[in-house]
């Protein structure tokens, strides 16, 4: 790891060591033939809070390791302004994520081929998702057992509430699925996690660490990227500041942003590149007309679906300062215990009503009742379980506000701005409260604390849904991949229009997936690597996709009425 920058050409530059950033770094790298520079605003990442999985709330509301953006009001989420965490640390947000590994449907990749980003579907997506992980539990036709990024599903569920959740789904008619990442994502079974031997394995981990005794791999942290540098039609480097000092760095092969869907859209935009209204009103020269920048910005909503918990049980027995140093203390000396999980063991993935071909909700369940914050949310044990609509419909914006690269851009997601969104959330409300009524609870189950049993009308979930939404943290899609007139990237990941110049991190998801985004981002800059480097692209996969053809057989019809 080099602090450091002789005056030399890079063959390529790097913006961003995130889930994508740290990725591209090591596969570039890898031939001794390629100098590459990975550029991050952040420092390291060795703090406790980050490695440690149980800290996870820690350094997601920490300005030391996240950008803490926030949103516009939204106007349909009565005009709250929402948190929106990025990662500013090595290993960006998968640094400072809830370390949940899911992969997303296979129709969600499929639907990405249909909206132009051909061979983005599932066959071709499987062979780079395997090639990324290491699955605890050894791999097959669709699980990896030798990349770089460990997999497991923490503590096994230990917990008797995890697995009553779980019970409890398929009492409500719903599958069961052993591996939600395999062939059948839908149902309830236990969730996956990027955690291995006790440790976050971020992609700093995983894939950054290893290769930085690399000498022809230099990363330079604390570093904020002005601008791309064009001449004509092509990428030539970056402008940079570094302790105090702006300077010019080039390259002779490609610029490759991997900044995320905030910071790559809004440095497009700095470096002259998006939508010439957008661009004057900020005050910046318009060098490459491209109106798709910041654009189809897509992001997860979810609640907190609460309960008090019958039985002394549940994680709010651990919270008072002497068990957290109990914990802290064990994780220390031998990585293990509470710590050594994010807690999110048992999980659901379901279709909200019929006539969808895929699921659209998703559940994360903790045997804890709190905030995000990891505050309490009452006095005594609870459990809950977080609820979203996985295919939102809305769509916002990231716009340039200021040409000076360290004013925040605007971010407006348009939450619940479309119907179908709202109907989603409906459905989340009726069909959990379902679920957790199911008999596996009945030993468990005391009041529900939130939304309430108060809130059953239309219009009482509407204002609830408006009040209590937060941001999954999944923020996506603003420099889609395809063909058409707003799209920003063709399907190998080069920004149309523009030689030398790529995006590769989940800005360029066309659509965002059902589930969380680290694992499909992780998968498309193994891909986009082997693209780069022109290599031999692995074989497409023909494995089999289990998509029922029913929904759930024993659902009330009190459900969704």
């Known amino acids: 790891m080099t602090q450091s920058l002789e005056q030399k050409y890079y063959n390529y530059i790097i913006v961003g060591a995130g889930s994508a950033g740290c990725v591209l770094a090591n596969r570039l790298s890898k031939d001794p033939k390629n100098e590459v520079l990975l550029i991050e605003t952040g420092g390291s990442d060795k703090s406790i809070f980050i490695q440690m999985p149980t800290a996870l709330s820690i350094p997601m509301n920490s300005p030391k390791f996240a950008w803490q953006f926030e949103t516009e009001p939204e106007p349909y989420l009565d005009n709250r302004k929402m948190h929106c965490p990025r990662g500013k640390v090595l290993g960006g947000s998968s640094s400072i994520n809830g370390m949940v590994y899911v992969r997303g449907h296979a129709r969600d990749f499929d639907e990405w081929q249909a909206q132009g980003a051909t061979n983005w579907d599932y066959s071709h997506c499987l062979p780079y998702f395997k090639k ?63 955690v291995k031997k006790g440790v976050r394995w971020s992609t700093a981990n995983a894939y950054l660490r290893p290769a930085m005794a690399r000498r022809n791999l230099t990363v330079l942290t604390h570093t904020l990227v002005h601008k791309v540098l064009l ?55 318009l060098q490459h007309e491209l109106p798709g920048v910041g654009q189809n910005l897509q992001d997860h909503l979810e609640f907190y679906f609460q309960f008090k918990c019958l039985k002394p049980i549940s994680l709010n027995g651990k919270l008072d300062p002497f068990s957290k140093f109990l914990i802290g203390a064990r994780w220390i000396l031998d990585k293990s ?10 999980c659901g993935f379901i279709r909200s009503k019929a006539g969808l071909e895929w699921p659209d909700l998703q559940y994360h369940f903790l045997p804890a009742a709190m905030r995000y914050d990891g505050k309490e949310a009452f006095a005594g044990h609870g459990f809950q379980v ?32 479309h119907p179908d969104d709202i109907e989603g959330f409906r459905a989340c409300v009726r069909l959990t409260r379902e679920i957790i009524n199911q008999a596996p609870f009945d030993e468990y189950r005391g009041e529900e604390i939130q939304p309430g049993t108060q809130v059953q009308t239309d219009a009482q979930i509407d204002a609830f849904v408006r009040q209590s939404v937060e941001s999954a ?14 799209a920003v990237v063709d399907p190998e990941t080069r920004v149309h229009g523009l030689q030398n110049l790529r995006v590769v991190d989940s800005s360029i998801f066309p659509t965002i997936p059902n589930g969380n985004l680290n694992a499909p981002t992780i998968m498309l800059a193994e891909r986009a690597a082997d693209m780069i480097l022109e290599a031999e692209m692995l074989a497409p996969a023909d494995s089999a996709v289990v998509v029922a053809d029913a929904w759930q057989t024993t659902q009330r019809s009190t459900a969704t009425s």
């Open 337 to 346: 215990g509470l710590g050594a999980t994010n807690h999110f063991e048992s």
């Open 386 to 417: 977080h609820v979203g609509h996985n295919k939102p419909k809305s769509r916002g914006a990231v716009t340039l506000v200021s040409a000076d690269p360290k004013a925040p851009p605007k971010i407006q997601f348009n939450y619940l701005q």
């Open 132 to 194: 990324a992980e290491t699955w605890a539990f050894g791999g097959d036709e669709y699980r990896g057992e030798s990349g770089p990024l460990g997999v497991n599903n923490g503590n096994q569920m230990q917990n008797p509430l995890y697995q009553a959740f779980v019970d409890a789904g398929i009492a409500a008619g719903y599958l069961s699925t052993a591996d939600y990442n395999a062939a059948q994502q839908e149902g309830f079974g236990p969730m996956h996690m990027t």
């Open 473 to 486: 943290y999944h923020p996506s899609c603003s420099c889609k991949m395809g063909t058409d007139a707003m």
């Open 231 to 285: 001449e004509g039609q092509a990428a030539v480097g970056v402008r940079i500041e570094h302790k105090g000092k702006v300077e010019d760095i080039r390259c002779n092969k490609e610029v490759i942003l991997a900044a995320g869907s905030i910071g790559s859209p809004h440095l497009l935009q700095l470096s002259g590149i998006g939508d010439p209204q957008i661009l004057a009103d900020a005050g910046v020269e």
